[in-house]
């Protein structure tokens, strides 16, 4: 990797250290994402910068505009990378509640009355509208790419209520958006929990070395182990105590390590040497997009051989979700 250069070697931008996955609805016209009216459809929700009284914005912005490349989407092959910048201020909550008690005790002390429900958070409202100038904004890329072939969508993020905003961020730019979280035919946990007790794991899957497994009583005891040999009695015996797999470190033959949760989220993505030396190239712009193919067809296959093994069905639109149609009976 040397020919890439320090920058390079340190800061690989385009690979996906996460995948949530959605599923588009088998009834989608998938080639809409490929076409103008996407990318001009995403136009109409840039990204703009919070006021100085607001706390949050979001829009979309071009994944390659570091190199001013000003596309709002990238197509490579039957993938379309997408990219939502969020910019938030967020003031310091410890000082917000001082703040807010020190008003409160003035009004107290001064009008000789206790300050209720409704009024503390008249308080509240005042007292952010205050410092949300002072606050400078932070800011976060969020990337996604679409698999047009295989009806995927797939966020860049671990958090799942995060990606659940992206999604509902980009539902809102097409005024509709037809996709399901995955619907399996058993219990992924007890599927994980069985590559162990029975030492069989998908073909092309190892263990790694941390693991979380949980109880499904109402009160979840949960225990996690790292640097951990996932074979040893130890985590045998959290499974004949009840407890299930959530999440799995795997590495995937030398393509890549992450972990799997139980909702079907790819975490911590750890993609190997041997893979990435086959991007080679000096410019930077050509690099990342190279990347981007490597981690995308790979979280893709990863995702495609999921399928079987957990018995991935349902795959059907949410109620009432379709893209509107034109009177020419094309998408918008």
């Known amino acids: 990797m040397a020919s890439l250069g320090l920058k390079k070697v340190t800061e690989r931008n385009m690979l996906f250290k996460h995948a949530n996955v959605f599923w ?19 136009s109409e929700n840039p990204f703009v910068n919070c006021g100085r009284h607001e706390m949050e914005r979001s829009g979309w912005v071009p994944p ?29 909550a410890t000082g917000v509640r ?52 295989d009806r995927m969508v797939i966020v860049d993020c671990s958090s799942e209520n995060k990606a659940e905003d992206f999604i509902s961020e980009l539902r809102k730019t097409l005024g509709s958006l037809p996709v399901t979280r995955s619907q399996t035919g058993q219990p992924c946990d007890e599927v994980m929990s069985s590559w162990i007790k029975n030492s069989e794991l998908p073909s092309g899957l190892t263990l790694g ?50 972990s799997l949760t139980s909702s079907l989220t790819l975490k911590s993505f750890s993609w190997s040497d041997k893979l990435l030396m086959q991007n080679e190239s000096d410019d930077f712009e050509t690099a990342d997009k190279a990347d981007f193919q490597i981690c995308s067809s790979g979280i893709i296959a990863l995702l495609k051989s999921f399928v079987d093994v ?16 034109q009177q020419d009976g094309t998408h918008p």
Do not use: W
């Open 98 to 149: 001082q703040l807010i008690q020190r008003k409160i005790d003035e009004i107290e002390k001064k009008e000789d009355r206790k300050v209720y429900h409704k009024e503390r958070l008249a308080i509240k409202d005042d007292v952010v509208q205050q410092v949300l100038p002072e606050t400078l904004p932070v800011s976060e890329r969020i990337n996604a790419f679409i698999s047009t072939k």
């Open 310 to 325: 957990f018995k991935i069905t349902g795959i059907q639109p949410a109620a009432n979700f379709s893209l509107t149609m």
């Open 64 to 92: 390659f505009e570091q190199y001013d490349n000003k596309s709002l989407t990238y197509a490579n092959g039957h993938t379309v990378l997408i990219t939502l910048k969020v910019e938030k201020r967020q003031p310091n």
């Open 209 to 258: 070395s941390k693991i979380k497994l949980s109880s499904k009583q109402e009160s979840a005891s949960v225990a996690t182990l790292t640097n951990q040999d996932l074979t040893s009695c130890e985590v045998h015996e959290h499974l004949d105590n009840g407890k299930t797999v959530k999440e799995i470190a795997l590495h995937a033959e030398e393509k890549c390590s992450f």
């Open 24 to 42: 588009l609805s088998p009834d989608m016209d998938t080639s809409f994402f490929t076409g103008e009216k996407f990318a001009q459809k995403l």
